[in-house]
T-cell receptor, first 113, second 111 residues
Framework: DSGVTQTPKHLITATGQRVTLRCSPRSGDLSVYWYQQSLDQGLQFLIQYYNGEERAKGNILERFSAQQFPDLHSELNLSSLELGDSALYFC????????????FGPGTRLTVT | GQNIDQPTEMTATEGAIVQINCTYQTSGFNGLFWYQQHAGEAPTFLSYNVLDGLEEKGRFSSFLSRSKGYSYLLLKELQMKDSASYLCAGVITGGGNKLTFGTGTQLKVEL
């Protein structure tokens, strides 16, 4: 158990819908990262927040957005869902924003039908 | 961009040693991580190299050559539970701790 929690574990929804994925980092960690993992793409970095502020951005679609709240939990919002958005979404956290080990949560498996 | 290349699959025998290679483009590089991921589970941290040389951690060791853009993960005394995907990830400089992952090497350990 990494100490990072993600909810829900599984999510099944239809195309065009919007969903919110939630992540709570390890106690004491200020950085939160979101990743998408699909079978054909591997693990892709989406976005990083550090202490409430966006810190780094990867290959995140405009239909996706995220935020980190004052209590340091984070939410990833996915809208206008497409079949290709079906993937495992991982959240990770680290103590700082340097080259620190990232601890991954168990992931949310999103299926878009 | 930061391309991370590693073999797709490898097979090895229980008790043996296996070396998983990773190459990357050196531009903007600032450290390299190795993660282990069992199917359907979260990646777990194995090692981190920022300077050239070998880092040893029990049965697992990782090596880095920054000038060559090359790293490897060495697994000794292989066990069946080592069957997993091994992900090489490079750190990109320029704000935050942005990791670029390779597609992973699926290791199968056989009797």
């Amino acid at each position: 158990d990494s100490g990072v929690t993600q909810t829900p574990k599984h999510l099944i929804t239809a195309t065009g819908q919007r969903v919110t994925l939630r992540c709570s980092p390890r106690s004491g960690d200020l950085s939160v990262y979101w990743y998408q993992q699909s079978l054909d793409q591997g693990l892709q970095f989406l976005i990083q927040y550090y202490n409430g502020e966006e810190r780094a951005k990867g290959n995140i679609l405009e239909r996706f957005s995220a935020q980190q709240f004052p209590d340091l939990h984070s939410e990833l919002n996915l809208s206008s869902l497409e079949l290709g958005d079906s993937a495992l979404y991982f959240c990770a956290s680290s103590v700082g924003t340097g080259n620190y080990e990232q601890y991954f949560g168990p992931g949310t498996r999103l299926t878009v039908t | 961009g930061q391309n991370i290349d590693q073999p797709t699959e490898m097979t090895a025998t229980e008790g043996a040693i296996v070396q998983i290679n990773c190459t990357y483009q050196t531009s903007g590089f600032n450290g390299l991580f190795w993660y282990q991921q069992h199917a359907g589970e979260a990646p777990t941290f194995l090692s981190y190299n920022v300077l050239d040389g070998l880092e040893e951690k029990g049965r697992f060791s990782s090596f880095l050559s920054r000038s060559k853009g090359y790293s490897y993960l060495l697994l000794k005394e292989l066990q069946m539970k080592d069957s997993a995907s091994y992900l090489c990830a490079g750190v990109i400089t320029g704000g935050g701790n942005k990791l670029t992952f390779g597609t992973g090497t699926q290791l199968k350990v056989e009797l």
